[in-house]
T-cell receptor
């Protein structure tokens, strides 16, 4: 089992540039979650999807952030334009919805640094 | 609303010491409860879970019991190792049908030889 796959693992960019983070969930999972983790704020849920449809994006910090899930095996989180305060580790997680005892499986994260 | 409160860290222990990390929750309904662990530079991994009251989850020597009467899910280990140094997160499942999780703030554990 490949687990949740995220790319890139590390990203360094300059302020104002567009950043795209990618996630491939575990095959068969139908819920997908995007999180951001920083020392100051801890772990924050940004947005989650079910069956490719966004369910709750209330955690997305600003309009500069957008997320899509064009199909069951791929999701992107885009930041445009990026700012230094967006520097964080971004995690994607997937789960099999409808089963409360089922857990979320996390990817290894993308470490983003905006200069 | 639903929330999870964990004891603040860092927790610093010597190898072979007994570990307790407290976790209490507020929830409507009967959520499942989880402990996740995050090793340095990695994502969160499920450590153990309990899906109903009085259930005990266990894994790798760690245990936690779902206590409905005290709304608690404390993590324990009888003898910690240096390799247990990590951040531990308590979480509950938000009963919206999508497996959304409500996480605590995390507790950092440092185990010294």
């Amino acid at each position: 089992d490949a687990g949740v796959i995220q790319s890139p693992r590390h990203e360094v960019t300059e302020m104002g540039q567009e950043v795209t983070l990618r996630c491939k969930p575990i095959s068969g999972h139908n819920s997908l979650f995007w999180y951001r983790q920083t020392m100051m704020r801890g772990l924050e849920l940004l947005i989650y999807f079910n069956n490719n449809v966004p369910i709750d994006d209330s955690g997305m910090p600003e309009d500069r952030f957008s997320a899509k899930m064009p199909n069951a095996s791929f999701s992107t989180l885009k930041i445009q334009p990026s700012e230094p305060r967006d520097s964080a580790v971004y995690f994607c997680a997937s789960s099999l919805a409808g089963q409360p005892q089922e857990t979320q499986y996390f990817g290894p994260g993308t470490r983003l640094l905006v200069l | 609303g639903n929330s999870v409160t964990q004891m603040e860290g860092p927790v610093t222990l010597s190898e072979e010491a007994f570990l307790t990390i407290n976790c209490t929750y507020t929830a409507t309904g009967y959520p499942s409860l989880f402990w996740y662990v995050q090793y340095p530079g990695e994502g969160l991994q499920l450590l153990l879970k309990a899906t109903k009251a009085d259930d005990k989850g266990s894994n790798k020597g760690f245990e936690a019991t779902y206590r409905k009467e005290t709304t608690s899910f404390h993590l324990e280990k009888g003898s910690v190792q240096v390799s247990d140094s990590a951040v531990y997160f308590c979480a509950l499942s938000y009963l919206d049908g999508y497996n959304k999780l409500i996480f605590g703030a995390g507790t950092r554990l440092a185990v010294h030889p």
